[in-house]
């Protein structure tokens, strides 16, 4: 199957420059001008973007075991609407995947009926309980491309410095949820002057800084992969920045909720505000623009976290934590920080497919001969409604719903797929 995109304004080497390109079954066979090769299928891209499909380096796609939230198929169909190509599953499903077994499953279940390539995410610990390493080597053979335990933190120094080091014989990225529970506790919101206004207990800053603080100092000592999760605060980017100063090898990715929002969102009590870490002040999502504007955070990651609306709609302590953000990512982005004047679209495409496919060593993440054919068609005047019915995903839990975004992601191709087209849609 050969597809020709023409007239389309192409992202390589950092700049948009006019172009076509040619995919040939799952690669990209040419990129030039007026290309006249002949395609099975032909689009004309005049007047819109053509760029990398994105790659997701941190979701929950809640397959096995909680997929009233979210499955494999319903994840990955509205991540392709929202232009990824390529997700990274954290592994806090259930059961856990600290075994081959689950590893295995989730690659043939994405193989056979995914719409974007989907990478798995080891435990760190079993069960992600912190109490003992997981077999990190047995995964492996399955093809792991990391190992976490997000959405808990190991807390017991001992044994995350132990893991950590028999990670780093493998050269595998551990990825680091940082949260002192004991700090942290039983808090909803942001500790400071919204979680007094609201009478909510609240989770400060330390909670996650003294967490990154001790990891990197691991780091140091161990010299492993050490990659920050969600991370959220003007201090913790501090760290981040003394520890590249130092030749770690430490990443950081941030959010599009921390790049946007912040505690002043749950001034409504809107359960959809609810996520861990906890939105901040003004002046940390500022810092987390910052770092991202000039590198310090190496990537945006949505941390697509899907509830069921009964979930949510409950009483603002008894909801659990997590906004969905496959479908908003690139367009609210687009939006709040291109538009805004804030940060240059090639920055932002950058942040989002050519910087995490290189952390990974994929053969993606550029539009280049040869390399995989994971390209979508943008029409950036184009609006994307977040309504419930618009929606792919089973869960609708963002704080954007109602709301009309610039950015719409006219067609994905997957090796060369077409996983997604807005004409279908409507």
């Known amino acids: 199957m050969r597809t020709l995109i ?8 950092g700049a948009f420059v006019q172009a076509d390109v040619l995919l040939d079954n799952d690669r990209i066979a040419e990129v030039g001008q007026k290309l006249t090769a002949k395609a099975d299928s032909v689009f004309d891209a005049i007047g819109k973007h053509v760029m990398p499909g994105f790659i997701d380096l941190h979701v929950h796609l809640r397959d096995p075991g909680q997929m009233h939230k979210e499955d494999i ?41 995914g719409s974007c390539k989907v990478l798995v995410v080891g435990a760190l610990t079993r069960n992600s309980e912190g109490k003992e390493i997981a077999s990190i080597a047995n995964m492996l053979k399955g093809g792991i491309t990391a190992v976490s335990d997000d959405g808990s933190c190991v807390q017991e120094g001992r044994l995350k410095f132990n893991a950590l080091k028999y990670a780093a014989g493998f050269n595998i990225p551990v990825i ?38 001790r990891d990197i100092m ?5 010299r492993c992969r050490l ?25 950081a990715e941030v959010t599009p909720h921390h790049l946007l929002l ?35 955070i190496d990537f945006i990651a949505t941390d697509h976290a899907p509830h069921a609306d009964y979930e949510k709609d409950r009483e603002f302590t008894l909801a659990p934590y997590g906004i969905n953000g496959f479908e908003t990512a690139f367009c609210s982005l687009y939006e709040g920080l291109v538009l805004a004047g804030e940060l240059p679209l090639e920055t932002l495409v950058q942040r989002m497919a050519e910087a995490p496919a290189r952390f990974l060593s994929l053969d993606t993440g550029r539009i280049e001969p040869g390399l995989a054919a994971d390209v979508i068609m943008v029409d950036l005047d184009g609006e994307v409604s977040i309504t419930p019915d618009a929606m792919l995903s089973k869960s609708k839990n963002t704080p954007f719903l109602g709301r009309s975004f610039k950015g719409r992601v006219l067609k994905t191709w997957c090796d060369g797929r077409i996983t997604w087209d807005a004409d279908d849609a409507e």
């Open 262 to 296: 912040t505690e002043e969102a749950c001034v409504g009590f809107d359960t959809n505000t609810k996520v861990k870490p906890p939105l901040r002040t003004e002046k940390d999502r500022r810092a987390c623009f910052d770092a991202l504007r000039e590198g310090v």
């Open 176 to 213: 680091v949820h940082a949260e002192d529970y004991s700090l942290a506790g039983s808090g909803q919101v942001n500790g400071g002057k919204i979680s007094t206004q609201l009478g909510l207990s609240g989770i400060p800053a330390l909670a996650e800084e003294v967490m990154i603080a």
């Open 218 to 222: 691991f780091a140091e000592k161990i």
């Open 6 to 13: 023409k007239n389309g304004l192409v992202y390589r080497d």
């Open 227 to 251: 990659h920050i999760a969600h991370i959220s605060t003007a201090r913790s980017i501090e760290m981040v920045q003394w520890a590249r100063q130092a030749g770690l090898d430490v990443t």
């Open 73 to 113: 198929v319903s994840g990955t169909r509205a991540a392709a609407k929202g232009g990824f190509t390529t997700v990274q599953a954290m592994a806090n499903t259930d059961p856990v995947v600290d075994n081959l077994a689950t590893v295995e499953y989730i690659n043939r279940k994405a193989k056979e009926l």
